[in-house]
T-cell receptor, first 114, second 113 residues
């Protein structure tokens, strides 16, 4: 079955530091890959996505590249801000007869300090 | 432009009571998904519905849990005879077509006393 593995948190960084959150996946077929962000007390917001190998998703300074050879989709940002503090979820989906259900990693909490 | 609306935001029930969670999808979206987030864990798929039909309920517990998405009105996730282990955040997501990204609501946080 499908699965997603993320690096464990919390990850604590100083403002303007470089961020990497690792994500690897196991899936049949050719899934789409996503990063979602969850702020305290809120639902998930789509941060970026990639639908095929070598695609790069990017948004708000974050980016991730769909690497089929290493089955990875690592999230990066060159300079984090305090406002980036949140929980980040890597997820995959694959269209099947049962729709497009998402399989999530366990989430990585990011704390950015001044 | 209203997003996915879930209510209530917080729900407290005693063991043995029923819990009803409501989800109004984005206007025009006919695909609804329910996910459960246990403390310190990621979201786990529960059920996928289209209008009036359950398409995939492979993530639903076999007993006490049911879901519906009627022709008119919100989608409902119902938990009968709740137990402490049902305490979690329940999220609803919707999409216009199966291949579009899902939009999530803010969730219902269910606490069982």
């Amino acid at each position: 079955g499908n699965s997603v593995t993320q690096m464990e948190g919390p990850v604590t960084l100083s403002e303007e530091a470089f961020l990497t959150i690792n994500c690897t996946y196991t899936a049949t077929g050719y899934p789409s890959l996503f990063w979602y962000v969850q702020y305290p007390g809120e639902g998930l917001q789509l941060l970026l996505k990639a639908t095929k190998a070598d695609d790069k998703g990017s948004n708000k300074g974050f980016e991730a590249t769909y690497r089929k050879e290493t089955t990875s989709f690592h999230l990066e940002k060159g300079s984090v801000q305090v406002s980036d503090s949140a929980v980040y979820f890597c997820a995959l989906s694959g269209l099947t007869g049962g729709g497009n259900k998402l399989t999530f990693g366990t989430g990585t909490q990011l704390k950015v300090e001044l | 432009n209203a997003g996915v609306m879930q209510n209530p935001r917080h729900l407290v029930r005693r063991r043995g009571q029923e819990a009803r969670l409501r989800c109004s999808p984005v206007k025009g979206h006919s695909h609804v998904y329910w996910y459960r987030q246990l403390p310190e864990e990621g979201l786990k798929f529960m059920v996928y519905l289209q209008k009036e039909n359950i398409i995939d309920e492979s993530g639903m517990p076999k007993e006490r849990f049911s879901a519906e998405f009627p022709k008119e009105g919100p989608s409902i996730l119902r938990i009968q005879q709740v137990v402490r282990g049902d305490s979690a955040a329940y999220f609803c997501a919707s999409s216009g077509t199966p291949d579009q990204p899902q939009h999530f609501g803010d969730g219902t946080r269910l606490s069982i006393l």
